[in-house]
């Protein structure tokens, strides 16, 4: 059974960063597309990043690139996104998903390329 939990939310100042975690089990990272999504209040939830684990290729949604760097730690099964420069617009659920097969849908972080959603965690960015 895949599970997904996701950790190191939290609030943060304007310009800040954190770092969220995803710790995967029922599955190893090296078969799987791990991706980052996030919903905002009152918005569709939108794709991140994700990073495929047979050659390590990532893919980040254009209005991401920059800030957001997604990185997978094989040993402890886990994906981080290390978010930086944080803005309130950035406020939101972030969630992690995972997929064992890496289809078009999973490379442009379409949510309906994933099939296995964690809980989410709050990340809030205010003064």
């Known amino acids: 059974q895949v599970q997904l939990v996701e950790s190191g939310g939290g609030l943060v100042q304007p310009g800040g960063s954190l770092r969220l975690s995803c710790v995967g089990s029922?599955?190893?990272?090296?078969?799987?597309?791990v991706g980052w999504f996030r919903q905002a209040p009152g918005k569709e939830r939108e794709g991140i990043s994700c990073?495929?684990?047979?050659?390590?290729?990532?893919y980040y949604a254009d209005s991401m690139k920059g800030r957001f760097t997604i990185s997978k730690d094989n040993a402890k099964n886990t994906v981080y996104l290390q978010m930086n420069n944080l803005k309130p617009e950035d406020t939101g659920v972030y969630y992690c998903?995972?997929?064992?097969?890496?289809?078009?849908?999973?490379?442009?972080?379409?949510?309906?390329?994933?099939?296995?959603w964690g809980q989410g965690v709050q990340v809030t960015v205010s003064a």
């Open positions: 998903a995972a997929q064992g097969v890496f289809t078009q849908a999973t490379m442009r972080l379409q949510s309906g390329g994933f099939d296995y």
């Open positions: 029922g599955f190893t990272l090296p078969y799987y597309a």
């Open positions: 990073i495929w684990g047979r050659d390590d290729s990532t």
